[in-house]
């Protein structure tokens, strides 16, 4: 049996405390973008599985109970007992939260007295750089404003995130933009905030432009803190995660890709190539259910295990940080643990590693107290 201490969740989001009809509930379990076949739902998948295996017998329930069952009794407890019994099952200590959108999450704060562990926050650059637009009148003032909240924030968070997929979208510019190209991408950008809808040209609603996302990649590294990268869900553009990558590596600020499965490989080799570079392993495995141990074992295959770092992905039920905990230490125990038991590593150094996999890793990269 492989042992670890409690999980550090290095990426995550609030959850949902309304009561949630079944509705809401199916769309927030489902990996969002499309809906179940006729006839089924979205716990017809490894998630909605692995759900009706670990989370039933913390609500009080048998496992593996009918979906009709268990959000009954989830109904009977209420919003705030499930939330509490679930998170403090799920064997995690310390969370760390992305705050952007969407609205109606539980906050750092919140969520860490629910479940009576710790948290810290986590600051995505695009909601940051909206916030700033929005209380600046010209370009040079939102220019100036957003390096100083970029550095102001670095203050109290424990990382910053950029969630727009930044192979599609964000050039990553093996140096920064030049201030000539950042004041010009910065003015189309507020010029495009301010124009009325229905106006000719072309509109960004969904965040900064591409240049000015490579502006703030560059801010963020500057400032010391941690950045973590969503490198998606689609094949990475050949080479520029990689030029990225060793163009900061003489920065001293940890980056950490998150990648989505099954792109994982790349981001993996990449951090086994440079020092600073460290990769995500919710993404890739929370989707995968009773596969998750096969994952995970592609993953000690191509980086160094003190490179790996365990997170939920969670977002809205608390239901998924079960489910990615739960699953976590299974794989653990199921790959570590077939490799002890064959002799090819001892005991120790299998509880070693499981320990740097689910918090040792994320303690050293956030500087988190024990």
């Known amino acids: 049996m492989i042992e670890t201490p409690p999980l550090v969740d290095q990426y995550c989001q609030g959850v949902r405390r309304e009561e949630l009809g079944l509705g809401t509930f199916e769309a927030l379990l489902g990996p969002g973008g499309g809906a179940p076949a006729a006839g089924t739902t979205f716990f017809d998948t490894q998630t909605g599985f692995a759900l009706r295996r670990w989370c039933p017998p913390l609500l009080g329930l048998a496992p593996h109970s009918p979906p009709a069952h268990y959000l009954a009794r989830r109904r009977e407890l209420g919003a705030l007992e499930t939330e509490r019994r679930l998170l ?19 906050p750092p704060g919140e969520l860490a007295a629910t479940a009576d562990a710790r948290a810290r926050e986590i600051v995505r650059l695009e ?3 909206e916030q700033t637009a929005d209380t600046s009148g010209s370009v040079e003032s939102f220019l100036r404003h957003l390096a100083e909240s970029v550095h102001g924030a670095a203050a109290t ?5 950029s969630v727009t997929p930044p192979l599609r979208r964000v050039p990553l510019l093996p140096e920064p933009p030049s201030p000539v190209e950042v004041r010009a991408a910065a003015g189309a950008w507020l010029a495009a905030r301010q124009r009325p809808p229905g106006s000719a040209g072309p509109v960004d609603p969904a965040g900064p432009s591409p240049l000015l996302g490579a502006h703030l990649l560059w801010l963020a590294l500057s400032s010391g803190r941690p950045l973590q990268l969503h490198t998606g869900e689609s094949p990475p553009e050949p080479g ?3 030029a990225f990558a060793a163009a900061t590596a003489g920065l001293g600020t940890p980056l950490v890709l998150l990648p989505g499965y099954p792109y994982h490989r790349p981001a993996a080799r990449l951090a086994g190539l440079h020092a600073h570079v460290h990769v995500d392993l919710g993404p890739a495995l929370s989707g995968t259910g009773a596969r998750a141990a096969g994952l995970l074992a592609e993953f000690l295959e191509l980086a160094p295990f003190g490179k790996l770092l365990y997170s939920s992905g969670a977002r809205g039920l608390p239901e998924l940080h ?7 230490r299974e794989a653990l125990g ?9 002799g090819a590593w001892s005991a120790r150094d299998g509880e070693r590693v499981a320990g740097l996999l689910g918090a040792g890793n994320a303690r050293r990269v956030y500087g988190l107290e024990e």
């Open 334 to 342: 199921r790959v570590l643990g077939a490799w002890v038991v064959e």
């Open 88 to 106: 403090r099952g799920s064997g995690t200590g310390t969370y760390l939260v992305d705050t952007g959108p969407p609205l109606g999450l539980t």
């Open 322 to 328: 079960v489910v990615a905990a739960r699953q976590f």
């Open 240 to 242: 520029a995660l990689a």
């Open 157 to 161: 968070a424990v990382a910053f995130a």
């Open 127 to 129: 909601q940051l750089a």
